[in-house]
């Protein structure tokens, strides 16, 4: 506020409404967000207010500002993300770090024929790889699918076949109060009903050995990152691009 010379919350919010793109212009500037190609125009509301078309012209990826630019910069050595799991174990990855893993997931999911405007349903527990995953299928281009690790057959089905999912990466099971709670099986009976889904990336978080795995369609996580270059280019896309497609609960 202070450098927009606004005396409090209250000024900030009426102009904030009065003038909807001065707002969101200074939003990007302070948090330093970088487009491939500059926009036109901040906001078109021709089509009124209900409707409104966000950086016209505009090209970027949300990759490029999360992780792409501070390679080489001395955040890249910074930590980017803590996990700690139920169990009390904990994992940490630097900016460095977790930009290498999802270049390696981008170039995995590319060699499958994977890319722009795909629907990738992400059906997994909250470890280190769904950031991973999360990332790589924008850096695609592609449009993540979020599929809430509680939700049981019937939800996932109508997901995947609204979207119509190209894709879906999932995991062998997550623990819960210290239980083992199977995933893999409640998405292999989801994607029997989904025949646009073609692939199935599956991460060994609880690293059980009985895991069902449909060959031609399914494929471990280390196997599918395994030997895939470390650096990939990041797609660039329009400002109104399709990013994530959310059901409502």
């Not at 792409?68 to 770090?97: F, I, M, N």
């Not at 692939?199 to 471990?220: A, C, K, Q, S, Y």
């Amino acid at each position: 506020m202070d450098r927009h010379d606004l005396a409090d919350l209250d000024a900030l919010q009426e102009r904030s409404t009065s003038d909807v793109a001065w707002f969101w212009e200074a939003v990007l500037d302070d948090l330093d967000i970088e487009f491939y190609r500059d926009y036109e125009q901040i906001v078109d509301l021709s089509e009124g207010i209900q409707r409104p078309t966000w950086c016209v012209g505009g090209k970027m990826n949300i990759v490029h500002n999360l992780l792409d630019k501070w390679q080489g910069t001395p955040v890249e050595e910074q930590v980017a993300l803590r996990w700690e799991g139920e169990d009390g174990a904990t994992r940490t990855l630097t900016y460095g770090e977790l930009h290498r893993r999802v270049c390696r997931c981008a170039n995995a999911l590319r060699d499958m024929g994977l890319g722009k405007g795909d629907r990738i349903g992400l059906y997994m527990p909250m470890t280190p790889e769904i950031v991973v995953a999360f990332l790589a299928i924008v850096k695609i281009g592609g449009v993540l699918l979020p599929l809430f690790s509680g939700y049981g057959v019937g939800a996932i089905v109508t997901r995947l076949k609204g979207a119509e999912a190209s894709a879906l990466i999932t995991a062998d099971g997550f623990a819960r109060r210290g239980s083992p709670i199977e995933m893999k099986e409640t998405a292999d009976e989801a994607v029997k009903q989904c025949p646009t889904v073609e692939h199935v990336i599956v991460h060994r978080h609880l690293e059980r050995d009985d895991t069902p795995m449909t060959n031609g369609r399914d494929h471990f996580w280390s196997n599918v990152m395994a030997g895939h270059d470390t650096e990939a280019r990041t797609t660039r896309t329009d400002a109104e691009d399709v990013v994530m497609i959310i059901y409502t609960s």
